[in-house]
């Protein structure tokens, strides 16, 4: 069974910058498609980056390029979201999600994640 632990959330200013950590364990890292999402209350969760394995696509959603940067460690199983210039809309629970098979076209995909974490609490004050 698979097992994620998100950390690196709180509360920071606009402007600011916050790293997130999603330490994987269970099944080999390194063959994990793995992704994050958020979802603010009232609304729909969201895809916000991913990082593929076994075409070493890295991806941000196109409304936080600029700002998003995902990376992985396969030796310490370990995802990270790098986000810079943080704004009040950016105010969310984010989710890391891994998932054993993923198509090109499937990872922005919320439901093509087999497993998710329990989610860190990001908010940005103005």
């Known amino acids: 069974q698979v097992q994620l632990v998100e950390s690196g959330g709180g509360l920071v200013q606009a402007g600011s910058s916050l790293r997130l950590s999603c330490a994987v364990s269970g099944r080999t890292f390194s063959n994990l498609h793995m992704g994050w999402f958020r979802q603010a209350p009232g609304k729909e969760r969201e895809f916000v980056a991913a990082?593929?394995?076994?075409?070493?696509?890295?991806a941000c959603a196109d409304s936080l390029k600029g700002r998003c940067t995902i990376s992985r460690d396969d030796a310490e199983n370990t995802v990270w979201l790098q986000m810079n210039s943080l704004k009040p809309e950016d105010t969310a629970a984010y989710y890391c999600?891994?998932?054993?098979?993923?198509?090109?076209?499937?990872?922005?995909?919320?439901?093509?994640?087999?497993?998710w974490g329990q989610g860190t609490q990001v908010t940005v004050s103005t």
């Open positions: 999600a891994a998932s054993t098979s993923l198509g090109l076209t499937e990872y922005r995909n919320r439901y093509s994640y087999n497993y």
């Open positions: 990082s593929l394995w076994s075409t070493s696509i890295a």
